[in-house]
């Protein structure tokens, strides 16, 4: 077909700029579905409708104290100087209840969240009351809901406790977990298989030998997709061999797919020309350094109507994490509901070395942070991995900049989120 | 025994400093042994040792570009006007090699990653060389080691490529990866267990029932245990029986226990006791609000000479998170290596509202922030956890303060870290 030579051959004479790649992913990434989760495994998740709650919290009054429950205006009048006597008619602790009533002149020894009984309204401090026998000396009067905590106190029933769209934290599953919620409606996770091609690697774990090197990409992406809210569904490590890449590309079912490798106008670059016979090939050539191999588009999925998103991410570590980092864990950060900004802290540094970029690219440039300024690691070619290792710090530079001078304040990321 | 009744009488009389629970801490806190795991399951994980690498990367000289390699002297004097001409005798791509030597006048056609044969030190970019039938116009001189990614380049064999205390990052298993270490020593993560206290107490999943109420501390400190880095092994609901927790506590082979529940001087309060007969409680009481009857103690393991940490949460759930993020968080962190400072991201913004703490007395106060101003949530008894739902961020007084002026400009950690 037409098209596929087209791709092969005109190499990268068109770039698409970043701008557009990143409206187009935004395009393509919406957000998933839902899916029911125990709210105990529900740290992390994104709700996908408010939550209503059912019952209050607590359903019952109860005691904030350990100390004595009785009614309050009977006590009016007592003091250290004049104290009433009160006489201890039993005693709650939580979890139990005190089934008869409480008369004026009588009290129910109460510990901290036990129930308050009938006839009782405040609860008076065990430091304020003089136990002698059976019956205690109220050393200080009370008023009505004294170290009470009222029904529904900390949630009221038919009460919004959470929104859509809500990262959920540790104590807002406590709280789901409160009003009785065993499962919880959260965005799906965005599913991702990762295609690591190239006839010269070897699969992790094994050791280099001759013209053969490990496969870091895979190493270095399961736990990025992790982070970004995607689930790794299986990684594929595939020599150069098209219709083996196309086979998988069909029927894999993930929401996303990583190519590493075969991204370029090469040979044996065969991610292009299959996104594009499978499906479109959106983008493929960016002005970023590194990373300019990157490729977007998708591929028709196995449910009709349905497209998978595929990434063709160069080779050359670097530029595969660089372009993983800007795009794709931007895609899955959107399909799962979350910001689609980095995860990472920022910090502002004065850079200690000026930093060139060409007029209309992108640089992803990696920094040695020492003493709150800011080293640029010139060993910074697209295969050198341990220039990101090195790195405490990346930036990358607008596309209509020359850079940054030295002494220039800039906002960097740090590696270590 | 004495000490025992001692404890349970004295209430709150005594309570530590809290700088001094945390100095207990930081000194029981020892870091734990070494684990050999998977380097690809190894992110986040912190390196016992020093990694040296053990080969080149990479370890042979390759091809950065797609191109022609030829010995660079050979080209010298050719350029657009004059161009020389080489034979092309082959190709070679990633993972293969040419075995023959290449002389002057001749090249081998190369992709990006492949290895340079014999004779030849440089590689001619695609775009500087015209093809001719089996001949290539040479457009442009080279210089020796052009666009050659040469051996070593990015790991030199011998070299520390990773330091001991790393908390490795997701390009750091890459590189492990790409030296061919299967494996890698770490810390061991610490394990915990939780034990749940209150006869009022419903498991998590359960719903709401008369004066039972549904346990909430253990979903919120599974996620948070699991972010400091620790394993949660199990956690216990149990009634408030004395034996019952006493069996527990002895048989648990945890590194780090948590106690929810039963922490204060009530009758139903047998944490501290057990914690006091089992080994040594070395704090009960802290002046911080929430979380004043949070303890801290040493039980017996099972191994000989061997302690157990026990960390006394009270019930309270606003409490045991302040109690669980202030001190067990960092107990963990500090045990499997990592910073003990808090997780949470930091930001400066001004105070809507006045926060007044007694001095002496270090108050946990949640904020909600609205166009960078921070207002205090009033709703904030130990019991209402919906405080720390509604709120954006929180922050501690100062011991030795009285609190902050409205208005004024204060730090504060912010929940979604």
Redesign the interface.
Known sequence: MKSKADIRMRGFLKRTPVKTLLSLIKEHSRLLSAEDI???EA??RVLVEDIISP?N????D?S?M?GYALDAESTFGSSAYNPLMFKIVGQV?????YDAEIHPGEALSI???G?LPKGTNAVLMAEHAELIGDQIQVLEAVSPEKHV?KIG???KKDEI??RQGR?L????????????M?KVKVVRKPEVELFIT????LK?????D???????????????IK?DGGVLKAIHHLP?ERELLRKHLRESSADLICVSGGT?????DHGPTLVDELGELLVHGIPMRPAAPTGFGLIFGSVAGCMKKVFLLP???VSC?SAYDYFVGRSLRLMGGRSEDWPY?TKKVKLATKISSQIGRIEYVRLRIENERAFFIA?G?A????S??QADAFLLTDEESEGFAEGEEVLVWL??A
Chains 1, 2 share one sequence.
Do not use: C, H
């Open positions: 125990l709210t105990v740290s992390g019952v919290v607590p359903n019952f109860r904030a350990d602790t939580p979890g139990e209840t510990m901290t969240g129930p905590s106190e900390d949630i406790i959470l990262s934290r540790p104590q807002d599953i406590a709280v789901l977990s409160s009003v009785g065993k190239g006839n010269e690697l992790p774990g094994e050791q280099a001759g013209v053969k090197i490990v496969d870091s990409n895979s190493v270095m992406l399961a736990p990025l982070r150069d370029s106008v090469g040979i044996e080779g050359n570590p994490l802290r060993a070619g295969s050198i991995l341990s990101t290792t590696y270590d």
